[in-house]
């Protein structure tokens, strides 16, 4: 697969990490979303008319995929962190090295709650 052109990699997004722990009574803490590094450039592409319509009629979630350059801190990322954009916090579902081992880009699916 062809790397996605610069210019395409239009929005600036931040990956975060919680580091919330545990609270004083061994409990879960209230959640601490940290940057892991500067914001990076992406191509966003936002869920299907059709997804776009259940959301808003159902569960007010909507759904993009976001796509990177692969480096230390983009490969570093996991389902358990989130990305941030657009004014909202986007939890991530999946993450896909594009091309291999050697991939020089990674994709990541992400959810947003609308409420």
């Known amino acids: ?11 600036a997004v931040v990956f975060e990490r919680n580091s919330g722990g545990r609270s004083a009574l061994g409990g879960k803490a209230q959640p601490n979303w940290q940057p892991l ?3 990076r450039l992406a191509k ?3 869920g299907s008319g059709a997804e776009r319509r259940a959301a808003a009629g159902e569960q007010a979630v909507q759904a993009a995929t976001v796509r990177v350059l692969a480096d230390v801190l983009t490969r570093s990322v996991a389902v358990r962190d989130r990305i941030t954009f ?3 916090a986007w ?7 594009i091309g291999g081992p050697v991939a ?6 992400a959810t ?4």
């Open 112 to 115: 947003a709650s609308r409420d």
């Open 37 to 39: 590094g500067p914001a």
């Open 1 to 11: 697969m062809a790397r996605t052109p610069a210019g395409q990699r239009n929005k």
């Open 44 to 46: 966003v592409l936002y």
């Open 91 to 97: 939890d991530i579902t999946g993450v896909a090295l």
């Open 86 to 88: 657009d004014g909202l």
């Open 104 to 109: 020089s880009e990674i994709e990541f699916t």
